[in-house]
């Protein structure tokens, strides 16, 4: 058995096989690291600048926001298979959001909850829409970023919230 650490989150995988994606944030495996040769970009000192904070701070309300959304779609899920994938929509949205608070150096805020729809189809096709918008404003803000480690961050968000996009697909 080995430890695998991803690179985004800075969390721990154990297990024989590096995982395809990081259990916990979604990063793809390309940013999954054998434990000694790992470097969280969490654990990387960085100044931040004033764009890219405004930046972080988006996100931060973005994704608290999606994870507060899905905790939702969850407790009105027609079935259990969908339950369970809205509650890790929300871990997942949750750990982005704790990456960021760990970028900055802040708390986590409140989290206030959210409304939506009782009908599956129609939150899938919120999902979608949510998703989209952070897949381009992660494009955006990897762009404008000059720090290796905020860039990196954002192009890893960008790639996992299209995935959730490909994954809501296949229930339409």
Same mark, same amino acid.
């Given at each position: ?49 004033? +764009?890219? %904070?405004?930046? *972080? !701070? ?8 999606? /994870? ?5 779609? $969850? ?13 890790? +929509?929300? %871990?997942?949205? *949750? !750990? ?8 900055? /150096? ?5 989290? $206030? ?60």
């Amino acid at each position: 058995m080995k430890t695998y650490i991803c690179q985004i989150c800075g969390d721990a995988y154990l297990g024989h096989e590096k995982p395809t994606d990081c259990p916990f944030c979604g990063a793809h495996d390309n940013f999954i690291k054998e434990g000694k040769e790992s470097n969280p970009i969490i654990n990387q000192p960085t100044d931040i600048s004033e +764009l890219s %904070k405004k930046n *972080l !701070e988006e996100t931060l309300a973005l994704e608290i926001r999606a /994870n507060a959304i899905y905790l939702c779609m $969850a407790g009105k899920a027609d079935t259990y298979e969908l339950k369970a994938m809205y509650k890790r +929509l929300a %871990k997942v949205e *949750l !750990e982005h959001a704790a990456v960021v608070t760990k970028l900055m /150096n802040i708390q986590m805020p409140e989290i $206030a909850p959210q409304e939506c729809s009782e009908d599956d189809v129609e939150n899938f096709r919120k999902t979608i829409e949510l998703e989209e918008h952070a897949t381009d404003i992660y494009s955006k803000f990897a762009k404008e970023a000059t720090e290796a480690n905020i860039r990196i961050f954002f192009t890893a968000l960008m790639q996992v919230e299209k995935d959730h996009i490909e994954l809501i697909k296949n229930y339409l």
